[in-house]
């Protein structure tokens, strides 16, 4: 085969590998774009989220699913940002919560001020490959 045949061949094959194995963005305002996951999670998955303003806070409901047979821990915290993605508040402590087996649980918070338009919800679970907090 002549060389200038293999080169773009090769190039080709590196593109096409590259858009295989890269993961789109999250859509802005979708679930996967609110939750920061320390690591990947086995069992746990944020299948709801609902943010609205209440008295001029900002109110988040999230909903996790444990789709294991045994009861699974997670631990969470909330980063809050300002309309220009500035953190609004102090780092919040990790939260504990226990999902029980095949069931879901809600888990709630507000905002600390009402400068604060924006979220993540960051978690963790000790069955995660990463560290706990």
């Known amino acids: 085969m002549h060389p200038f045949k293999i080169v773009p061949l090769a190039v080709a094959l590196l593109l096409v590998n590259a858009c295989a194995t890269h993961k789109p963005p999250p859509r802005p305002g979708s679930i996967h774009a609110k939750v920061e996951q320390l690591s990947e999670m086995s069992y746990l998955q944020v299948t709801d989220m609902r943010a609205v303003k209440r008295n001029h806070l900002l109110t988040v409901q999230a909903e996790i699913n444990n789709t294991d047979s045994d009861n699974q821990q997670l631990y969470y915290r909330f980063k809050w940002m300002d309309a220009n993605g500035f953190a609004v508040g102090g780092e919040e402590a990790w939260k504990p919560v226990l ?18 338009t924006d979220f993540r919800l960051v978690v963790q679970s000790p069955d995660n490959t990463g560290q706990l907090p």
Not at 99 to 116: H, L
């Open 99 to 116: 999902v029980y087996a095949y069931q879901k649980q809600t888990i709630s918070a507000v905002a600390p001020s009402p400068q604060v």
